[in-house]
């Protein structure tokens, strides 16, 4: 149905899709895996318009098929979600979804009845529960990604094209997509799949091509891989238990937080975090989590409640106080709230820790070059130089600069939200052990994930949220991923 | 801070209830950040404040035409008895008299004509203006060599009548050559900058520059001073502004060529006034350019 | 209609500013409430009134347009050129001037899509452009003798002005574009997130061609109102125009940045300038002075009108 | 220094544009290339290039400043007020300028972080502040008489001009800091993502602020340097020039959206507009065509060197 014959791209003289062909079946789940900056998205985006190949080409229904923009392929029956969340803010829900693709009347006026309806139909598929009348800027990362989503499913199209779609979803989401992706299939529709969450691949795929370094390491079906097998294609050597052993955490409290609330997000909220302990803050979509950690870390301070640091009660007016008090955090929203796209890689990294290469008010440019070296190293950052700019990096490299960016002020509260989100399983291993490796030096780590299995297996406590409020305290070593989602739920 | 707002407004005094018998004139002047027209706008209200029974409004049309229109749109709603208009244009500001006129409203125009008549006018002919300067460069040159000219704001009517003076005397004597012409916006700073650009492109093929008005005479001085040859160009302006008076004074600039601003200005609230009382006033009050030079200087300077 | 509702909300703080100065204004002076004057008003406003809605839809794509006034003069002289008395049927004088502004306007936009240049640097060349084109075609004088019929569109329709119908029919017709047809909902798109507006298949070139193109229309349109106005073709008119009509815009609350704004914004916006020349000059506030109140007011108003919708 | 290659060789579409006019000129006219005209070239840019490299600055940071022509013109009278000859010592006057200058920007400043306002609207808001408090000052007259000692900051030292020298400074000072200093890299911060810059603890309002006072600053000298080269606080002087300061950085590859750009990129588009503005007096072409054919070139220029930097 669609083929890729021998499809390469550059950029500015980095090839980063070397040729390639694979070829798409009707009705068939084919996942693309590969590691962070693997060339997954790109090749999507070549298949979808957006980036016109440089070699090869692509054929449609056995035709050759030129697409000059999205809209062509968007036209013959080709939509993608995009890994990157391209909300238009002010526009509303329902108009994103339709965005396009609008109901319209004789003389082009749009029908706005017709519209809302529309809307309401796809949110529905995807059980979500988002007023289409809302604007798209007060909607939180998740929701924005369901309206993605819905937005691809409502073209009715013939191959939908889906990079990372789950990668800010929580399970109940997930599940409701593959739901949607089940009645998709059984329609004929060809689903590209691609995420870094393993058990994902194996429930959906049927067929699973494999991209390293940009070029096609193989494809085959899925019921011949497992995924030991998948990750040594993916990342050429073997992975063992990619969680580490946590040790006990010591007695020391390093953060109080009570009562602390901000309405209607949050209320009552109370907890501790000791030093040498990782808690995650579990809960569904909306329940409050990074509204929580945001009044921690002062990007958006609650209107009362006390949270105490290192002993001492801590007012925190902006991200400055908690940088000063040695709270760090790496946000959910990487676009948003994280990255400077024209800024290079390594000036995103040394953003937040300059003043640690400075002398004075000046920048010492040898030493900022010699730390950006060691974490691009440590973190093993894919870029083509230090000075590239962040905004051409792959999604999960953009995550792992973040990180990095984050630990190199050397916090001792380090606050993650959603921090491997869109990261490759072997840099999640990475991940994982350097938060143990936080943890066992005597910091400690607050955790937002909606990866449970994630959040079970590296936090020492798990409290959850409903609805704004805490549900519950549980201790990782007893709990199971039903205990949580039991608490997390709605009565 | 509504409160605020409205306290902002009681500052300004209220236009007070008019007695009987007294006159409201209103007045629009071309351009207020221009200084011969604000000498001449200065002139009127302060003779204005002269005379017993007369109250003024003053508005600043800053040079558009469009605006002007729109000032004697308000005048009439404001029910004044007269106005005074200092027309930014020609024929853009034509509107604004018609307007009056069709409003029963007496207008007297100062300083510039527009296509259709007012009920008075004073002032002096821009381009007798340019053709005095000119004959002066002539005079000095002996009817031969080399001449710069520096435009006001191309399209405008001053630019235009006081070039097309200087192309009357460039006709009368074929041994005067225009060696090359161009804008500086009436802006002093532009005026410099064309001029040293001038002095190397044209260098020694100039006896003499002349600017559209003081303050473009003012950059070229400077920049011929600058580089050194000023004793060898002769520079004259028009209008006769302060700093140029001096000038004229110490030797510096060679000439200008006054313009009455107060007189105008005087004489357009005299002739308001007399039409205002309905009574008899005459049509045209010409007030002549004057040749300014260093012989003639010492009654101008006060 | 919650998004209207919405929205006059969020200009709540504007409309309360321009009443507030409306209410000082009539105290302080006997003529700022008559009919006349509020005609008056309204026909000042006329002309930035049509080039801020013009503009709307640029500042909408993200985009600016620096060439307004230049435009203006550039229509208002090849207008005049064809309008003097006995030439050609009104409708030439007028369909030249409006083309004209349309031609600047598609050169606006086929420089910026096509040649991916940024709009600041394409319209203020097309300042510069419009404006010596002007001088040259009128040779640098006033293109006058027009005829009586072109210069009655500056006259009266039913005792209204009508360059004030021009202005209200151009601002209903742009209000029910932006709010209802598909290409005005991809203007706000295209402003909003252009990468995104693309990837929905969302002819983005398309879209700020038609908005350059239609901002150059308007532009024609006010260049004939104005030529009609001052009864002539005036190749140095319209001097920073550009600069009041995209403060009213933006004053309007749409942002520079694209994709937030409605018309009814703007319309206040060109209301609360029209009614601060006008009342300034009433009461005769001394020139230097009123540069200084207006400056303040616009720079108050604005800050008033963002407090309150943050609120 | 990795990132100055990268530089140069992004605006070397630029640089190529402007040997190639260069080289034009030196031929058309036998002028152009002489020291002394070089010199006028270089003492000519020097305002514009002042304010540009303050403006640069702001919109670094994704502000826009349109008070810079008025700034210029009050800065100059306070100036030109305190300088009268045997009044001061020639610092004060000086000093007054500047401080005029840096006060506004502060001013703006404020206004933005503070009050939340769009920059356009703040900036807008000081141009007609600035300009009406200049009249005021001044009473709408010129002040003249200014000191010999004042004057003379228009003159020579070591046979250099000195605004140009003082043009080099300011440049090499804003390059050096834009690189080397941590607010100078804050700046592109805040301008590239100023959400994700204040989440990474950037203090983004004392950010601003500075960028606009310095601006302020910047633009007070420009003041200054102006009064000293006409002899004269001339309120009414500066008119647009923020137009000729902004296009330069334009040109020069700064975006308007904020967080790119370089000082030698403003350097060549400072260089850029005062090339063409002598060499079209030096050829003698008439003014009308000027401003057409300097349109033309501008847009040119940038779309060549964005083709260029694209490839
Ligand atoms: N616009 C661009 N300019 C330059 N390089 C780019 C650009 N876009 C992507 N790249 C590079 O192409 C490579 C592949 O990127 P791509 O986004 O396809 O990776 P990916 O497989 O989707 O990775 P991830 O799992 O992290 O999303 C990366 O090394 C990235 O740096
Ligand atoms: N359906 C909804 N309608 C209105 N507001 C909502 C809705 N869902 C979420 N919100 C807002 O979002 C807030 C919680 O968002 P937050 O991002 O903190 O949640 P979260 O637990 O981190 O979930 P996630 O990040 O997975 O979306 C709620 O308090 C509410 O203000
Ligand atoms: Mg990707
Ligand atoms: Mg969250």
């Keep these: ?491 | 801070s509504l409160v605020a707002l409205m306290t902002a407004f009681s500052g300004c005094k209220k236009t007070e209830a008019r007695k009987p018998g007294e006159v409201l004139i209103g007045f629009s002047s071309r351009d207020l950040s221009a200084e011969y027209t604000a000498k001449l706008s200065e002139a009127v209200v302060e003779y204005a404040k002269t005379k017993p029974g007369v109250g003024l409004v003053m508005v600043d049309a800053q040079s558009d035409a469009q605006k002007q229109i729109s000032q004697i749109e308000n005048f009439i709603s404001l029910k004044v008895d007269v106005i005074i208009l200092n027309p930014c244009e020609l024929e853009a500001s034509t509107p604004a008299v018609d307007r009056a006129k069709a409003a029963g409203i007496p207008i007297v125009l100062v300083n510039q004509v527009t296509k259709s008549a007012g009920n008075a006018y004073i002032g002096s002919n821009d381009v007798d203006a340019g053709h005095i300067a000119m004959e002066a460069v002539a005079k000095k040159l002996g009817g031969k060599g080399g001449v710069l000219m520096i435009h006001g704001i191309m399209g405008t009517s001053a630019q235009l009548q006081r070039e097309t003076g200087a192309r009357e005397v460039f006709a009368k004597y074929p041994g005067l050559k225009l060696v090359d012409h161009q804008t500086a916006s009436w802006d002093r700073a532009k005026a410099m900058s064309l001029t040293e650009n001038w002095i190397q492109a044209h260098k020694g093929k100039f006896q003499a520059i002349f600017a559209h008005n003081d303050e473009m005479a003012m950059g070229a001085l400077l920049a011929l001073e600058r580089a050194g040859i000023k004793k060898d160009v002769y520079v004259i302006g028009i209008d006769a502004i302060a700093q140029a008076l001096t000038a004229v004074k110490e030797g510096r600039l060679d000439a200008t060529v006054f313009q009455d601003a107060v007189g105008q200005g005087k004489g357009s609230v005299d002739a308001a006034l007399l039409l205002a009382r309905k009574q008899p006033c005459p049509k045209e009050n010409l007030i002549p350019f004057q040749l300014v030079t260093p012989e003639n200087i010492t009654p101008f300077l006060k | 209609m919650p998004a209207l509702d919405r929205h006059l909300l969020h200009r709540f703080g504007l409309l309360l500013v321009i009443l507030a100065v409306g209410l000082g204004l009539s105290f302080v002076t006997d003529t700022f409430l008559s009919v006349a004057n509020l005609t008056n008003v309204a026909r000042q406003v006329s002309i930035n009134g049509i080039l801020a809605v013009g503009v709307t839809f640029v500042l909408l794509t993200a985009g600016v347009d620096l060439s307004l006034g230049s435009v203006v003069a550039l229509s208002g002289v090849a207008c005049a050129t064809f309008a003097h008395p006995g030439d050609h049927t009104v409708f030439i004088p007028i369909a030249v001037g409006l083309l004209t502004g349309a031609a600047c306007g598609l050169v606006n936009g086929v420089l910026v899509t096509r040649g991916g240049v940024a709009p600041f640097i394409v319209t203020l060349g097309m300042m510069t452009i419009a404006r010596g084109l002007a001088l040259i075609f009128s040779g640098g004088r006033p293109v006058a003798n027009m005829s009586s019929e072109l210069t009655s569109l500056a006259g009266d329709f039913l005792g209204v002005p009508i360059p004030v119908l021009c202005f209200a029919s151009v601002a209903t017709g742009a209000w029910f574009f932006l709010r209802n047809f598909r290409l005005g909902r991809h203007i706000y798109a295209v402003g909003g997130n252009e990468n995104a507006a693309r990837a929905a298949g969302v002819p983005v070139e398309r879209v700020k061609l038609f908005a350059y193109g239609l901002c150059g229309l308007l532009t024609g349109l006010a260049g004939v109102v104005l030529a009609a106005r001052i009864t002539t073709g005036q190749p140095n008119a319209g001097q920073a125009y550009e600069l009041d009509a995209i403060a009213a815009v933006v004053i309007g609350g749409t942002s520079l940045a694209g994709g937030v704004g409605t018309i009814t914004g703007t319309l206040l916006g060109v209301l609360l300038i029209g009614e601060i020349n006008n009342g300034l000059d009433l009461m005769g506030v001394s020139s230097y002075f009123q540069a200084v109140i207006k400056g303040v007011i616009i720079v108050g108003a604005v800050w008033l009108d963002r407090r309150q919708s943050r609120s």
């Design chain 1, 1 to 491: 149905m669609l083929q890729a014959l021998e499809l390469s791209k550059d950029f500015g003289g980095l090839t980063v899709l070397q040729p390639t062909s694979v070829d798409f079946l009707p009705g068939e789940v084919h996942a693309l895996m590969g590691e962070n900056g693997a060339g997954k998205s790109t090749l999507m985006k070549v298949l979808a318009g957006l980036y016109r190949p440089d070699g090869g080409h692509v054929e449609w229904r056995g035709v050759q098929a030129d697409f000059a923009s999205p809209h062509d392929a968007l036209v013959a029956g080709i939509a993608m979600i995009h890994q990157e969340l391209m909300p238009i803010p002010d526009l509303t829900v329902a108009e994103n979804i339709t965005l396009g693709a609008e109901p319209c009347g004789r003389f082009w006026q749009i029908n706005r009845p017709a519209q809302r309806q529309r809307a309401l139909e796809l949110l529905k598929e995807l059980e979500a529960n988002i007023e289409p009348d809302r604007l798209m800027r007060t909607l939180t990362v998740a929701q924005t990604q369901v309206v993605e989503i819905a937005k691809a499913l409502g073209r009715r199209a013939d191959v939908i094209l889906m990079d990372e779609p789950t990668a800010a979803l929580s399970e109940q989401e997930v599940a409701a997509l593959f739901r949607s992706i089940a009645r998709l299939k059984a329609r004929g529709v060809t689903i590209v799949y691609t995420t870094h969450k393993m058990d994902e691949v194996f429930k959906l795929a049927d067929r699973i091509s494999v991209l390293r370094d940009g070029r096609l390491v193989g494809t085959s079906p899925a019921s011949e891989l497992n995924p030991a097998k998948l990750i040594q294609l993916m990342v050429g050597r073997e992975l063992a238990d990619i969680f580490p052993v946590r040790l006990p955490p010591t007695d020391e409290v390093l953060l109080e937080v009570s009562n602390l609330t901000r309405e209607p997000a949050y209320r009552d909220i109370s907890f501790r975090l000791h030093r040498g302990e990782v808690v995650a803050l579990a809960g569904l979509m909306g329940a409050g989590r990074t509204e929580v950690v945001s009044a921690i870390y002062g990007l958006q301070p609650a209107t009362s409640g006390e949270i105490r640091f290192k002993g001492r009660p801590l007012s925190l007016r902006d991200p400055q106080d908690a940088l000063a008090a040695g709270i760090g955090m790496v946000t959910e929203d990487r676009k948003g709230l994280g990255l400077i796209p024209a800024l290079g890689l390594g000036q995103n990294v040394t953003l937040t820790a300059l003043r640690e290469f400075c002398r004075g008010q000046m920048i010492d440019h040898k030493a900022e070059a010699v730390a950006i070296r060691s974490r691009v190293a440590e973190f093993t950052i894919k870029a083509t130089s230090p000075s590239q700019p962040i905004a051409q990096l792959s999604g999960g490299n953009q995550q792992k600069a973040l990180l990095a960016r984050c630990l190199l002020g050397d916090p001792d509260l380090i606050i993650l939200d959603e921090p491997t989100r869109g990261i490759d399983i072997g840099a999640k291993a990475e991940i994982y052990s350097a938060i143990q490796g936080l943890a066992r030096s005597g910091k400690a780590v607050l955790l937002v994930s909606s990866e449970l299995p994630e959040a079970l297996s590296l936090a020492h406590r798990i409290v959850v949220l409903r609805r704004g409020s805490v549900a519950a305290t549980l201790d990782a070593a007893t709990a199971d991923q039903e205990t949580v989602l039991r608490h997390a739920m709605p009565l």
